[in-house]
């Protein structure tokens, strides 16, 4: 008899649900080898740098990838753990907590972590999970403050994905979540578990990613949505106005961005006499370059260098369980109406 072709599956197979969990990324291993083609992937994102490809282009190639990757290489050395990048160990602890935590309260939901730029790639997970039979997925991204540079970057990656299939999953992102109280209260928290510790600082300095002042003027909420995560951090730490101040760091290039600068602000803390400051990082939820080596070392330094006597500076949220749990609350949040448990799970009792 004639071989008979296995059937198409049917259009109404049970739906499988997935949230790719999406952080920036970071080089394979701390050598500017590795580091020249993330930092070319990254600073070549149109979404990254608003400079006509003409124009930039030869600046990238010809100038800043011939000298910056030994210079960030050195950095990332100084930071690099046995298990490798800590941004890269924390976003994949926290997928798989962020699963199990969701399985814990009967979701039966598949979880993957991605990089915008780096491995693994937002592409290429996505390929994982179309191949696993994921019909919904949520993107869930490790950027609580919405901004043009970052997250509308990771939805462009998963819209250029999406360009190529014949069948698309259907898709939800969340663009933000500053405002979230759980967020705030998993933030709150790190902050008060610290001082129970260490005690209380004279100031406490909430420094967050700085973007270009020109993305503001043309309406990215950014900036707006870091001073609402400060002011609502501030409210429930009980903090008056005195007692805390926000800076921006990061800072790349010759153009003006989001002041006041990180380091300049903790130069004149020092030189103002300030015995003590405490620095939290409220816009990264997993450590990473710019938090262990920006701040904790070189933001230190400046501090100390300039007259300060202690400089204390507080994890971000990475593995904490008042993370975790606002992770998953968010993430079922965005999931209602998907089809997360089993049959017998929503039947009526």
């Given at each position: ?5 296995p ?12 949230v ?10 701390p050598?500017?080898?590795a ?6 992937e ?13 124009v ?14 030994a ?21 994949q ?13 009967g ?28 019909t ?14 970052t ?12 360009a190529?299939?014949?069948r ?11 405002d ?5 209260e ?9 001082w129970k ?14 973007i ?8 990215d ?16 730490l ?56 920006e ?9 100390l260098q ?10 971000c ?10 992770l ?12 997360t ?9």
């Amino acid at each position: 008899m004639p071989s008979v072709s296995p059937a198409p599956a049917a259009a109404n197979d049970r739906e499988r649900v997935a949230v790719l969990w999406c952080n920036l990324g970071t080089p394979d291993e701390p050598t500017a080898a590795a580091v020249r083609p993330y930092l070319a992937e990254f600073l070549g994102d149109a979404r990254v740098v608003e400079i006509p490809k003409a124009v930039w282009a030869p600046i990238l190639y010809g100038i800043i990838l011939r000298t910056r990757p030994a210079k960030s290489a050195a950095k990332y050395a100084s930071i690099w753990t046995p298990d490798g990048s800590p941004l890269k160990v924390w976003t994949q602890k926290q997928a798989k907590l962020l699963a199990g935590w969701l399985g814990e309260r009967g979701h039966r939901v598949t979880v993957r972590e991605a990089m915008r730029y780096g491995q693994p790639a937002i592409a290429a997970q996505l390929d994982a999970l179309q191949a696993e039979g994921a019909t919904r997925i949520l993107v869930l991204q490790a950027y609580p403050q919405y901004s043009g540079t970052t997250t509308a970057s990771v939805i462009d990656a998963v819209n250029a994905w999406s360009a190529r299939q014949r069948r698309v999953p259907e898709f939800r992102f969340v663009n933000d979540y500053h405002d979230d109280l759980l967020y705030i209260e998993a933030l709150a928290r790190s902050v008060e578990a610290h001082w129970k510790r260490e005690g209380r600082p004279d100031r406490l300095l909430l420094s967050f990613h700085g973007i270009p002042e020109r993305n503001i003027r043309l309406g990215d909420p950014y900036q707006a949505q870091c001073l609402s995560t400060a002011r609502l951090l501030a409210a429930r730490l009980g903090l008056e106005d005195a007692q805390y101040q926000v800076s921006f760091q990061s800072r790349f290039g010759r153009a003006k961005w989001l002041e006041p600068y990180t380091e300049p602000t903790l130069r004149a803390l020092g030189r103002a006499g300030l015995a003590r400051v405490d620095v939290l990082c409220p816009g990264f939820p997993a450590d990473c370059l710019e938090t262990l080596e920006e701040i904790a070392m070189e933001g230190r330094d400046a501090f100390l260098q300039s007259g300060g006597k202690e400089f204390r500076y507080i994890p971000c949220l990475n593995d904490s369980p008042a993370w975790i749990d606002a992770l998953c609350a968010l993430a079922e949040r965005h999931l209602s109406g998907w089809p997360t448990r089993d049959e017998a799970q929503n039947r009526p009792r």
